[in-house]
Each structure stands twice: as structure tokens, then as C-alpha cells.
């Protein structure tokens, strides 16, 4: 899964990115609107975490921007104005939750769990897929009732697969969900962590649809 | 709307005059009836006076004896012929006319004149002609004393009625609070009040604009204070999820980080409070401005020595004193110094200089940071403003800090960010009091110098 946070205060953005990563989401972190519009046109993100009170660009207008170009990732907004009007304007902007400074970050990695799984169309807190079953929360992880030990990069691949299934993911994208700008790519990483996974979840859990991507059917 | 003196000047005079008209009439039917009661007093001791010459005495005028006049009549032989009463036998007066005398213990008012063959001389007791001239005067006054709790009345009535407006202005200031600072309305007051109202207005929205800053700035504050406890907030659950001692340090040494970030936040408030306009009095010590700038260096030396940012004083002959208060300017170059080596990069630059620009003495804090943009250059002065893009954590406070002590001290502040030359140069400028300008100097240059 991979977030843009858009927050201009250094320690609160290095807080809540170091809080981001040890929950292995991928993600890049920007200090300003303009760079936000410039991160939002050139990749694709599951979520954007948005800190309104931003110099200059404000982050309500890099919202509205970005929804008017149609862009339909969820948008967290953290900000510490807190007034019904602020966030009235907020949501109506094309917010999808709006979380007030001094937060807690349990409740930001919450809400983001949360927004990302209606943003699939999910309702249940827990993933399953042919008697898998991933907790997006603790990221355990079991099939058909055994508990399987995965890593933070493959349960994160396993996720963008599953939820939901039957979606045909290139590699490309799936690199995308697994690293921000910082982290180093390294040319066939996805395809190792592809392999680990058959070997724990079995050959056939995981398609290979030739010169696109992978796949995880809806039926087996 | 009449002045109130109008007003007082109508009312008063119109009800003065009205009741000095029922006054007079009274007084005037008054001093009437006792005039004819008088005469009818007269007519009755006339016939009282003359009934002893028929030589009836009538025992039923006995009574009034002592009001009575008595008149008696000598013949040519000095032979007293008449007298009206018997009981209050006179001796004869010889001179005549109108006389005072005494008879035992009662004092008699007398006339007399001779008549050729007969001496006539008619007496009065002076206690009675006193007690009835009284009485008539008493009578007469009367009015004039009912008059006065008239009077007394009909000036409350108006005086109440003038002040009206008084009053109402007195409900509306009253009505007046801190949430309700709208100007009080001028409309049916009379002049004389006009300026009193004006004046308060002023003071309303002198007061109104001064509530209105206090409140942003107060919920700035509270805003801007989030950002820091947001930080600690979440450094210390990432503290609590260190998985080792190593990762628990680093957390600890953030969570440190930020919680001097708050507290300098907490102190830049109190200090901007401190220097808001008004707050500092005492502006009247002299401040010798090299001395002050070698003083800071002094306190930046360590700060600077570690990031090996080369801060030093440019040493002037010239002692540059300024008025002003010691502790804020002391404040203002503190904040000055430490923006610089904030935003200067490790191994740069801070010089600190006292030159004189036209004829004024002045500071100067010269950087290689990065600058101020250009079309920053106004906003910086504002609270928590922070330019885009700025790594360096500062509270948004010190430069509206610096621009009040300025303000304060009559000095104005001019930013030069060249674009072949980084950095920053902060010159202030004290120009002196009004009374005792600066020696023109035009040839040297703001830009030049």
C-alpha cells in the first residue's frame, strides 16, 4: 500500500512517516501543494494523507485540483483547524475523513485501514480470499486456520492481490504499492517475493498472466 | 437637537415666568384683601375712637382696648377735654407731628397737631401697629413660599428632561461589553454630548480592533501549539513501539527534539507578548549598540563554534547609543542572531555590524543562508509565517518579535536578498525622536553602505 503524506512540519511528517513504515506502507512524503499536485500527477496511490495548512498551495486546493482531474484515491485530511465549518469545507472538498491535530497515531493507522478498505468496497475488517484469511490491523495472516509467517513486503503484495481479487496487477504497479521514492527497487524483486509466496501459499494461489502481470481469481 | 443650555434656558425661564404670573396674581389679590382689611380696621377704630364722646362707653369694645387708638383733645388752657379711652390716660406731646415715645413699659407711636383753639393727639401702641404689619407682610408672603416647592418641582421636571439623553447614553455605554463593541448612536443627543460620543466610539473600536488582534493571536497560538504537541504526541507512541534499545534512543532523542521545539514555541509566545505595543514603558536608558552586539556574540559563540558557523562583531571606533530599552533590543538582536545561524548552512557566515546610514546609528546582521524571497520579504513580519519549503524548525514568531521591539524603538527594518550574493542582511535603522533628527547625509546610500 502506498501513501502520500503531504504534511510541511518536519517532525510531525518524520513522526508519522516512521509510524507509516513500521505498519509496511510504502511511503513519499512531500513538504508542499505544488510538489503534492506534482506527486499526485505521476504516481498511484492507495491514499493521501493531506495537512491543510500548507505554505503557499493550500492543501484544500490541492484537493480540489486533484478530484477535479478525477482522481479518486482516498484523502485523509490532518489538520489542526478543527471547527464544523473547517471540516464541512473539508469533506465537501472531496475528503474522505478528516483527523485533528494532536492526533493518535493507533487512530491514524485506524482510519487509514479503514478508508482503504471501503475504498475497495470491503465492509469486513478482515480479508479473505479461497481460506486466506489477512488482518490488515495485525497483519496475521492464515490459511485455512494455520498461521502463516509472512514478511512485511510480501503480506503487503499479498494484499494489493486480494483486495479484492480477480484485478490483473502489473509488476509496475505492484512495485508502486511496495515502495516510496527513498526505497531502493531492485529489478526483480517482485518476482522473488511472488515466489515466496507460492511456496507458502501453493503454485496455483497466484496467476501469472503472461506479459501483463499477476492475478488472484475470484473462483478457483 | 437644541444645546442643553437652550433647553435649560427655555424651560426654566418659561416655568419661572409662568409661576411668577400666578405668584403675582395671588400676591397682587392678597395685599388687596388685607389693604381693605386694614381700612376696615381703620373704620372701626374711628367709630371706637369717637364713641367716648357720646359718652358710651361700650363695655364690649373693653376687650380690644389695646389695639385701640387713643385720641385725646386739650382746650387752649391745656385742659384735657377728651379723651377716648379712660383707661389709657397719655400726657400731652406739645411739639407735635409724628413722634416714638416711651410709657412705662410700652412703647407709643404718636401724632399730634394743634387745631387753633384745641391740642388733638392721637396714640398707638407700637406692639400692635408691629404685630399687624407682620401679620399683612406674613399674608402676603405666602404665595412667594408656595411658590418654591413649585419651583423646586417644575426644575427637577426639566433638568430630568435635558438629561434625558444622559441617561440613555449611560444605558447604551452601559450595554456595552466585550462582546459587543458596536458604536453607540449620536442621534437626538445634544451637542454638547456629540464629542463625548465621538470620543467613545473611537475608544470602541480602538478597543474593538485590539479584542479582534487578541483573539487571533490567541487562537493562532492555541493552532500553532498543536503542531509541536502533534509531534511529541506521536515520537512518543513511536517510543513506546521501539522494538530495542537502539531504536528507543533515537526515539528518545526526537521525543527530546520536540519537546524543546514546544516550550521555544511556549517562550517566543510570552516574549511577543511581552513586546506587544504598550507592554514595555521604559524606553529612556541608553543602549550602546556595539557593546549590545558583542554581548550576543558572547552568547552565540558556543552555538556557533558547534555548527562552525564563523559569527563575529565588524569592531567599530564610533560608540553607536540609541534610546531605548536595553532588555527588548537585547531581545530583537538575540532573534536576529538566531535566525541566521538557523538558516545558515553548517560552516557559514554571521557578521553583526553598526554602521551609521544617514546619520542614524544602525544594526546590521548579515548572512550566507538562503535568503528571503522577494515577495516574502513583507509577509515574514507576520505571525507564524513560514516561508515555503523552510527545513529549518523556527516558531514563525521571532521576525513579528523583531518588528515589534522596532516599532517600539522608532527603527525601521529594511531585508536585502541579492540574487548573485545569497544570504540575508537585516539592517535596522533608529531614526531618533521626532524632536532630534538624524544629520542628513544623503550622499551615503542605504544600498551602498
Given amino acids: 500500500m502506498r501513501i502520500l503524506l503531504v504534511e510541511d512540519d518536519q517532525m510531525i511528517g518524520e513522526s508519522v512517516e516512521e509510524g507509516l513504515r513500521l505498519q ?4 513519499d512524503w512531500v513538504r ?3 510538489t503534492a499536485t506534482v506527486a499526485l500527477s505521476c504516481n498511484m496511490y492507495d491514499l493521501i494523507l493531506l495537512d491543510l495548512g500548507l505554505p503557499k498551495k493550500l492543501g484544500l486546493d490541492v484537493l480540489a485540483e486533484y478530484r477535479k482531474q478525477g482522481g479518486n484515491t482516498p484523502v485523509l485530511i490532518l489538520t489542526a483547524r478543527d471547527t464544523p465549518a473547517e471540516r464541512v469545507k473539508g469533506l465537501d ?22 478508508l482503504l478498505r471501503r475504498h475497495t468496497g470491503r465492509t469486513q475488517p478482515i480479508i479473505t480470499c479461497h481460506g486466506l484469511v489477512l488482518n490488515p490491523a495485525s497483519h496475521a495472516v492464515t490459511l485455512h486456520g494455520a498461521v502463516l509467517s509472512l514478511s512485511a513486503r510480501e503480506f503487503a503484495l499479498l494484499q494489493a492481490l486480494i483486495d479484492p481479487p480477480g484485478r490483473v496487477i502489473s509488476k509496475t504497479q505492484l512495485e508502486e504499492k511496495l515502495y516510496g521514492w527513498q526505497d531502493e527497487v531492485e529489478s526483480n524483486t517482485v518476482e522473488v517475493y511472488i515466489h515466496h509466496l507460492r511456496k507458502k501459499l501453493g503454485t496455483d494461489f497466484i496467476k501469472n498472466v503472461r506479459g501483463v502481470g499477476y492475478m488472484v481469481p475470484d473462483q478457483l | 437637537m437644541r444645546t442643553l443650555r437652550q433647553q435649560l434656558l427655555l424651560w426654566l425661564l418659561g416655568g419661572m415666568f409662568v409661576c411668577s404670573m400666578i405668584a403675582g396674581s395671588a400676591l397682587y389679590l392678597k395685599v388687596r384683601e388685607e389693604a381693605n382689611e386694614l381700612f376696615d380696621v381703620q373704620l372701626r377704630q374711628a367709630t371706637q375712637s369717637l364713641s367716648a364722646l357720646t359718652g358710651v362707653a361700650d363695655s364690649d369694645d373693653h376687650e380690644e382696648l389695646e389695639d ?3 385720641v385725646q383733645v386739650w382746650d387752649q388752657k391745656g385742659v384735657l377735654v377728651y379723651s377716648s379711652s379712660l383707661q389709657a390716660a397719655l400726657p400731652r406731646y406739645a411739639q407735635g407731628g409724628y413722634q416714638t415715645v416711651r410709657i412705662g413699659d410700652k412703647h407709643w407711636r404718636i401724632y399730634a397737631k394743634n387745631r387753633q383753639s384745641v391740642f388733638i393727639q392721637a396714640a398707638q401702641p407700637v406692639d400692635v401697629r408691629e404685630a399687624l404689619a407682620k401679620k399683612i407682610a406674613m399674608r402676603s408672603l405666602s404665595p412667594f413660599l408656595l411658590l418654591i416647592p413649585v419651583l423646586g418641582v417644575l426644575i427637577w421636571i426639566v433638568v430630568g428632561r435635558s438629561m434625558r439623553p444622559l441617561n440613555r447614553l449611560a444605558d447604551a455605554v452601559g450595554r456595552r461589553s466585550a462582546d459587543a463593541l458596536q458604536p453607540l448612536s449620536a442621534d437626538g443627543l445634544p451637542p454638547e454630548i456629540r464629542p463625548v460620543v465621538e470620543a467613545l466610539n473611537d475608544l470602541l473600536e480602538q478597543l474593538d480592533h485590539a479584542l479582534a488582534t487578541q483573539r487571533a493571536f490567541v487562537a493562532d497560538a492555541a493552532h500553532e501549539l498543536r503542531s509541536p504537541l502533534t509531534a511529541l504526541k506521536l515520537q512518543l507512541q513511536l517510543a513506546e513501539y521501539a522494538a530495542n534499545d537502539e531504536q528507543r534512543a533515537v526515539a528518545f532523542h526526537k521525543l527530546h527534539d520536540r519537546l524543546d521545539r514546544a516550550s521555544r514555541l511556549v517562550q517566543q509566545l510570552l516574549t511577543l507578548a511581552r513586546q506587544e505595543p504598550g507592554y514595555v514603558r521604559d524606553h529612556n536608558e541608553a543602549v550602546d549598540l556595539q557593546l549590545l552586539a558583542q554581548q550576543i556574540v558572547a552568547d552565540y559563540y558556543v552555538l556557533a563554534e558547534r555548527r562552525k558557523i564563523d559569527l563575529g562583531v565588524e569592531t567599530s571606533s564610533l560608540s553607536q547609543i540609541v534610546q531605548g530599552n536595553a532588555d527588548s533590543l537585547r531581545i530583537l538582536l538575540s532573534n536576529l542572531v538566531d535566525n541566521a545561524l538557523r538558516y545558515s548552512a553548517n560552516g557559514g557566515k554571521v557578521d553583526i555590524s553598526t554602521p551609521v546610514i544617514e546619520g542614524c546609528p544602525a544594526l546590521r546582521i548579515a548572512d550566507n543562508g538562503p535568503g528571503i524571497a522577494q515577495n516574502d520579504q513583507t509577509r515574514v513580519f507576520d505571525r507564524f509565517f513560514r516561508g515555503e519549503e523552510t527545513t ?11 518588528k515589534n521591539i522596532a516599532d517600539a524603538h522608532a527603527a525601521t527594518i529594511h ?3 541579492t540574487s548573485e550574493k545569497h544570504g540575508l542582511t537585516v539592517t535596522l535603522v533608529f531614526h531618533r525622536s521626532k524632536n532630534q533628527q538624524c544629520i542628513e547625509m544623503h550622499s551615503t546610500n542605504l544600498s551602498k553602505t
Wanted: glycine share 10%; charged share 15%.
Fill in chain 2, 415 to 417: 531585508l536585502t536578498t
Fill in chain 1, 93 to 114: 472538498a472531496g475528503a474522505d475523513d478528516y483527523l485533528v491535530k494532536p492526533f493518535d497515531l493507533n487512530e491514524l493507522l485506524a482510519r487509514i485501514r479503514a
Fill in chain 2, 392 to 402: 529549518a524548525w523556527g516558531s514563525g514568531l521571532g521576525l513579528a518579535i523583531v
Fill in chain 2, 68 to 70: 385701640q387708638v387713643v
Fill in chain 1, 24 to 27: 509496511h506502507y510504502a511511503v
Fill in chain 1, 32 to 34: 508542499s501543494g505544488s
